[in-house]
């Protein structure tokens, strides 16, 4: 299975004062024992630097580096998917759902992705699957 991970599940298994902290773990363990692949991408990985860096410090932006990316697959947002999603939130006129979080949504509908990684209602909304 394709398992897309969003911000929120990265922030929930780096702090571990993160209300999801346990679970995230037990979801990550349980995923990576049946051998899924994870996939994110770069806007979710810039938006979690920003979040690490500014919560928990650059000595957890750098076990982020180390432990967590290598086991990810990257998909890149280039200029159409930019500007694709930021029409999409425009359209929308919705200011509670982030533009990363739309980049998201179009990874989810246009790659093969199974399920995400993820804590945030706004993808329960859109009717995504979430890990379990």
């Known amino acids: 299975m394709n398992i897309f991970v969003d911000t929120c599940a ?6 571990s004062d993160d209300e999801y902290n346990f679970l995230a773990a037990e979801l990550f363990k349980k995923a990576t ?10 806007y979710i990985i810039l938006e979690t630097i920003f979040l690490l860096q500014r919560k928990l410090g650059l ?8 432990f967590m990316l290598p086991l990810i697959n990257m998909i890149w947002i280039d200029e ?3 500007d694709n999603c930021l029409n999409n939130l ?4 919705r200011n ?10 179009y990874i989810l509908d246009n790659f093969k992705i199974d ?13 995504y699957k979430f890990l379990e």
């Open 96 to 105: 509670k759902i982030s533009f990363t979080d739309y980049t998201s949504f």
């Open 59 to 66: 000595s957890a932006v750098n076990d982020f580096k180390r």
């Open 80 to 82: 159409k998917i930019h």
């Open 115 to 127: 399920a995400v990684f993820t804590f945030d209602k706004h993808f329960k909304e859109k009717g």
């Open 10 to 15: 990265f922030i929930a298994l780096i702090d």
């Open 90 to 93: 425009i359209s929308a006129e």
């Open 33 to 42: 024992k049946a051998n899924e692949k994870f996939f994110t991408s770069n």
